[in-house]
């Protein structure tokens, strides 16, 4: 059997619902509910040519919320390239290894420990967001753009940068991440999302260099320190709800960030300083919005004033130190010179009593 051989169906759902009904009117919950090919026949759409090109078949399937615990049915339906299985009660996807022309995969909302599968060539986007993996092992997709892990119980990032070379969009909401540590060394990585998770430090950040888009919602942050020029291209930064980040001396290190266009830091604490937003614009002077506001123009003004304030005086410090530096260098040859001068005479008096 082949997926060409089917079409969609146009019956009743009583036919499809026939398990859950028996599961209803027995009052027991089934042990397994197998993906069957009167649902795949329902989900089925898309009409395509095959892979050799010599035949068509239906290439979108999509079965939702139908409690399905197996679907080794799949293995046979080869030419599928766009998979919808979210909402089901999956615990194991590898009969998907099959499926080698994949091209986009969402198995959200299952009971996934393990998002282990064989090299999907094709394979450009990846959700498996709510469920319940610990790790990234066996994520390895040459062409893999997109991934979506939120909302599982991940701790370190494994195996990515390796294994997937053009992964552009990573999310990682609501998981149990303390670092970026595994995230870094992704070449093509143009937007990370990281919220929800426990992370303290940005060590390691600027090794992304890569990054436009960073989504650091509320997290555990009490510095900024990580940030660096190296982060030549980021445009967006939500540090939002990290209320250990309330030091208001922190914002001068987003004076390296010249692309940054928006920021938010509401619930961060640093919004209640005074004068909030024109010290942001005074260190960040390319921002265009803060907590989705824009800057209007009586504010800029106001803010190069400051940041130009700041410029002199902190001129005026290294100009005092500079001078400060060279007399205790001067200090310190005149001692020199004057012990050198003691030596030569206690010398000298020592001659004089010879004679």
């Not at 143009?190 to 390691?204: D, F, P, S, Y």
Request: proline share 2%.
């Amino acid at each position: 059997m082949s997926d060409s051989e089917l079409s969609p169906a146009d019956g009743s759902d009583a036919e499809d619902s026939e398990q859950l009904d028996m599961e209803e009117e027995t009052g027991e919950e089934l042990v397994s509910f197998p993906l069957t090919k009167k649902i795949c026949a329902k989900g089925l759409s898309v009409l395509a040519k095959t892979g050799d090109g010599m035949n068509h078949a239906y290439v979108r399937l999509q079965v939702l919320d139908k409690q399905i615990t197996d679907i080794n049915i799949l293995t046979v339906f080869v030419q599928i390239r766009y998979l919808d299985l979210s909402e089901n009660c999956l615990k194991d996807i590898s009969p998907l290894n099959s499926l080698t022309y994949l091209q986009t995969m969402k198995v959200d909302n299952n009971l996934l420990t393990s998002a282990r599968l064989k090299e999907l060539p094709f394979l450009r986007m990846m959700s498996l967001a709510h469920n319940r993996l610990v790790t990234t092992e066996g994520i390895a997709h040459p062409l893999l753009h997109a991934l979506n892990l939120n909302h599982n119980q991940i701790e370190e990032v494994s195996s990515l940068a390796e294994n997937n070379p053009l992964l552009d969009t990573l999310e990682l909401r609501g998981n149990r991440l303390t670092s970026f540590k595994g995230i870094t060394g992704l070449p093509c990585l143009r937007k990370l999302c990281l919220a929800e998770n426990a992370i303290e430090t940005l060590e390691g950040l600027s090794t992304v260099t890569t990054v436009q888009w960073l989504h650091l919602r509320d997290n555990k942050l009490v510095s900024l320190d990580g940030l660096s020029e190296d982060l030549a291209v980021l445009q967006y930064m939500n540090l939002r709800g990290n209320s250990t980040l309330n030091r208001m001396e922190e914002l001068s290190k987003l004076q390296c960030l010249h692309m940054l266009r928006a920021l938010l830091l509401k619930g961060c604490g640093v919004e209640e300083t005074e004068d909030y937003r024109i010290m942001v614009l005074s260190y960040a002077r390319r921002l265009e919005r803060l907590d989705k506001d824009p800057f209007i123009e009586e504010e800029r003004v106001d803010a190069e004033e400051k940041y130009e304030t700041r410029r002199k005086l902190e001129a005026e410090k290294a100009e005092a130190e500079k001078l400060e530096a060279g007399e205790s260098i001067e200090g310190a040859n005149g001692e020199n010179a004057d012990e050198g001068g003691g030596e030569g005479e206690g010398e000298g008096e020592g001659e004089d009593g010879a004679e």
